[in-house]
């Protein structure tokens, strides 16, 4: 249960979440451990099960893109083939004979400043807007950021104040979703 609020400006990006976890029972607890880890140059968010953003925080380094390496490029080839391979290492993969690769977790993913959303099913796709959002709160985030015109932002500090406020407004709304909010900023290199 989560939710998650980013960002793509220009050379730029911001990502944001709530504190709020639950167990199998439904019953909630703030956590300690974020949800946007920093983990060698890279931000990641992550909603759906806590397993997975465990293991990219503790269990994994994940590869560096070189400074004339295509982004898009990088994530297919080699940042997500060895997110997978750490993902089954740890048991976490849930591929089975004829189906598709899948793990239960969705992710927002800083590098370098660009936002990359990786899905449950390793595949990942960027917004034109730059918009992007996670979890069972993600919704109401959306909404109050579209309201909010976060796509006029100029500055990453301006889209951290709305990003602020959606994940703010997503905690009176959603029962899954409580403070405190954070939020990160990383640039490009």
């Given at each position: 249960?989560?939710?998650?609020?980013?960002?793509q400006g220009?050379g730029?990006?911001?990502?944001?979440?709530?504190s709020?976890a639950?167990?199998?029972?439904?019953?909630?607890?703030?956590?300690a451990?974020?949800?946007?880890?920093?983990?060698?140059g890279?931000?990641?968010?992550?909603?759906g099960?806590?397993?997975?953003?465990n293991?990219?925080?503790?269990?994994?380094?994940p590869?560096k893109?070189t400074?004339l390496?295509?982004?898009?490029?990088?994530?297919?080839?080699?940042?997500?083939?060895?997110?997978r391979?750490?993902?089954?290492d740890?048991?976490?993969?849930?591929?089975?004979?004829g189906?598709?690769a899948?793990?239960?977790?969705?992710?927002?993913?800083?590098?370098?400043?660009?936002?990359?959303p990786?899905?449950?099913d390793y595949?990942w796709?960027?917004?034109?807007?730059?918009?992007y959002?996670?979890?069972?709160?993600?919704?109401?985030?959306?909404?109050v950021?579209?309201?909010?015109?976060i796509?006029?932002?100029k500055?990453?500090e301006?889209a951290e104040?709305?990003?602020?406020?959606a994940?703010?407004?997503?905690?009176?709304?959603d029962?899954?979703?409580?403070?405190?909010?954070?939020?990160?900023?990383?640039?490009?290199k």
């Amino acid at each position: 249960m989560t939710t998650l609020a980013a960002y793509q400006g220009d050379g730029w990006s911001v990502i944001g979440c709530d504190s709020r976890a639950s167990d199998e029972a439904g019953r909630p607890m703030t956590i300690a451990t974020h949800k946007i880890i920093e983990n060698n140059g890279y931000l990641i968010a992550g909603s759906g099960a806590s397993r997975g953003s465990n293991i990219l925080q503790f269990g994994w380094k994940p590869p560096k893109p070189t400074k004339l390496e295509d982004l898009d490029l990088f994530m297919t080839q080699k940042f997500i083939p060895t997110m997978r391979k750490t993902f089954i290492d740890a048991g976490y993969d849930m591929k089975e004979d004829g189906d598709a690769a899948a793990q239960d977790s969705d992710f927002i993913i800083s590098v370098n400043g660009v936002l990359y959303p990786v899905f449950q099913d390793y595949s990942w796709d960027r917004d034109i807007r730059g918009i992007y959002y996670g979890g069972n709160g993600g919704d109401v985030a959306l909404g109050v950021m579209e309201a909010l015109d976060i796509d006029k932002s100029k500055t990453p500090e301006q889209a951290e104040k709305i990003i602020r406020k959606a994940i703010e407004i997503a905690c009176v709304w959603d029962i899954y979703t409580s403070p405190p909010i954070i939020t990160k900023i990383q640039y490009a290199k």
